[in-house]
T-cell receptor
Framework: GQQLNQSPQSMFIQEGEDVSMNCTSSSIFNTWLWYKQDPGEGPVLLIALYKAGELTSNGRLTAQFGITRKDSFLNISASIPSDVGIYFCAGKINTGTASKLTFGTGTRLQVTL | GAVVSQHPSWVICKSGTSVKIECRSLDFQATTMFWYRQFPKQSLMLMATSNEGSKATYEQGVEKDKFLINHASLTLSTLTVTSAHPEDSSFYIC??????????FGSGTRLTVV
């Protein structure tokens, strides 16, 4: 199936640093979602974006829905050890309740003290 | 979002046997649930869309006779991996959609076929 391309694939940063990751697609999406997955767990929603150009924050997290509707980025400020995990973007084409999500390839974040 | 319970969290089975995984929506009547498979260090790949009271819709390349989905009630969908083989070993995750934007995921089931 189709996947969204995320970069970077992995990151090793020091506690306190800011993090930026992005997600690109060859197709247009009408909704962008960012999830975090801890080992052995299901993904947990961080931020949802519904309109092109939208910039949304959730605590130290900020995400934007690209103007072209083909990309999105996620920033994490002042990283802490519990930010460790895999971050996935996900896109949705339609707004219906039965619409499928397409997931990105993931960005693995490691935070060192 | 909805509260989703997935069971079991892990299971080991012998090659050739069948395994059933349950996904329950605890606080929401879900007409649609989704089943994903995730191999180590890879992303989530949608396997099928589970529809209450009707047949599931499978993604291209997913064998419907091997991965049986039953969504007999608004709170329960089950995925049965039939005649499991080692290559079916994976992390299986269900998702419940609540409204046009909310997708809540279960905690996943780690299947190991030996």
């Amino acid at each position: 199936g189709q996947q969204l391309n995320q970069s970077p694939q992995s990151m090793f940063i020091q506690e306190g640093e800011d993090v930026s990751m992005n997600c690109t697609s060859s197709s247009i999406f009408n909704t962008w979602l960012w999830y975090k997955q801890d080992p052995g767990e299901g993904p947990v929603l961080l931020i949802a974006l519904y309109k092109a150009g939208e910039l949304t924050s959730n605590g130290r997290l900020t995400a934007q829905f690209g103007i072209t509707r083909k990309d999105s980025f996620l920033n994490i400020s002042a990283s802490i050890p519990s930010d460790v995990g895999i971050y996935f973007c996900a896109g949705k084409i339609n707004t219906g309740t039965a619409s499928k999500l397409t997931f990105g390839t993931g960005t693995r974040l490691q935070v060192t003290l | 979002g909805a509260v989703v319970s997935q069971h079991p969290s892990w299971v080991i089975c012998k090659s050739g046997t069948s395994v059933k995984i349950e996904c329950r929506s605890l606080d929401f009547q879900a007409t649609t649930m989704f089943w994903y498979r995730q191999f180590p260090k890879q992303s989530l790949m949608l396997m099928a869309t589970s529809n209450e009271g009707s047949k599931a819709t499978y993604e291209q390349g997913v064998e419907k006779d091997k991965f049986l989905i039953n969504h007999a009630s608004l709170t329960l969908s089950t995925l049965t991996v039939t005649s499991a083989h080692p290559e079916d070993s994976s992390f299986y995750i269900c998702s419940v959609t609540r409204g046009p934007y909310g997708y809540t995921f279960g905690s996943g089931t780690r299947l190991t076929v030996v």
